[in-house]
């Protein structure tokens, strides 16, 4: 069974904002929060880095996180 280390408390993640290099706020799960229209913009996304959506659904996590500073979401993949 795959366990998300954020969702479960076990470790933080520290990312920065590529805009203006502040530590991000780990808002949660993805899958709390989006609609299928913003959804569906983030996978297809992501399947530009991956290639394999079925497989990279199937082994991360993902979170959003807001930057303080420029107040911008990004969404990061977190590996279960
Ligand atoms: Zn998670
Ligand atoms: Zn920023």
Request: charged residues 15%.
């Amino acid at each position: 069974m795959e366990i998300c280390p954020l969702c479960n408390g076990f470790e933080n993640y520290n990312g920065s904002c590529t805009t203006c290099g502040s530590m991000l706020v780990d808002t949660g799960k993805v899958t709390d929060y989006l609609d299928d229209y913003s959804a569906y913009m983030e996978i297809n996304l992501l399947k530009l880095v991956d290639g394999d959506l079925n497989s990279l659904a199937n082994q991360v996590c993902l979170h959003l996180f807001n930057c303080p500073t420029c107040q911008v979401e990004q969404i990061i993949a977190i590996q279960e």
